[in-house]
């Protein structure tokens, strides 16, 4: 790891150094509203590998974790079918950052506030290495995906929808 640019503990990276888990750390210059395009094209990594923390809701208002390729997008619907509820919203940027405890836009599935169910898509676990948001806005850690079945508990789903062209 490179010292020239220190970079703080969050929640995430506490936890994962706390058990022991290896990752690499990555940070970038953050844009409001680039995403994962952004973050992707300043690692110079496939936007492909750079998974995208979302937090949303089920009709009970109960939050949960959504993890989808960063130029793919979530059918909500597809998501509610398979986790058996009748549908799925995202949670608006103050209850998104109430329950992960996390500033939207550096949303970490590591460390969160509360204990949340996580889904991932599954083709996400076919990678040999994924670039995920390690607690902070420019921030990314680079992790082998299958950290997140063994450690969070990640249920795989199929909900993704193609790939994003915004």
Do not use: W
Request: charged share 20%; net charge positive.
């Amino acid at each position: 790891m490179s010292h020239s640019k220190h970079i703080s503990e969050t929640p995430a990276t506490q936890m994962l150094r706390k058990l022991g888990i290896e990752f690499s750390e990555h940070p970038y210059t953050y844009e409001e509203q680039g995403g994962t395009k952004v973050s992707a094209r300043e690692l110079g990594v496939d936007e492909h590998t750079v998974i995208k923390t979302l937090v949303m809701q089920n009709d009970s208002a109960k939050p949960l974790i959504v993890l989808m390729h960063g130029d793919c997008t979530v059918s909500t619907k597809n998501l509610a079918r398979q986790i058996k509820c009748k549908q799925i919203s995202p949670c608006s940027p103050d209850s998104a950052q109430r329950h992960s405890g996390y500033q939207v836009g550096g949303t970490s599935p590591f460390g969160t506030k509360k204990s949340l169910p996580v889904y991932v898509e599954k083709t996400i676990l076919e990678l040999n290495k994924i670039y995920i948001n390690g607690g902070r806005r420019g921030y990314l850690i680079g992790i082998a995906p299958q950290v997140l079945v063994n450690l969070l508990g990640a249920i795989p789903v199929e909900c993704a929808l193609g790939t994003t062209t915004s």
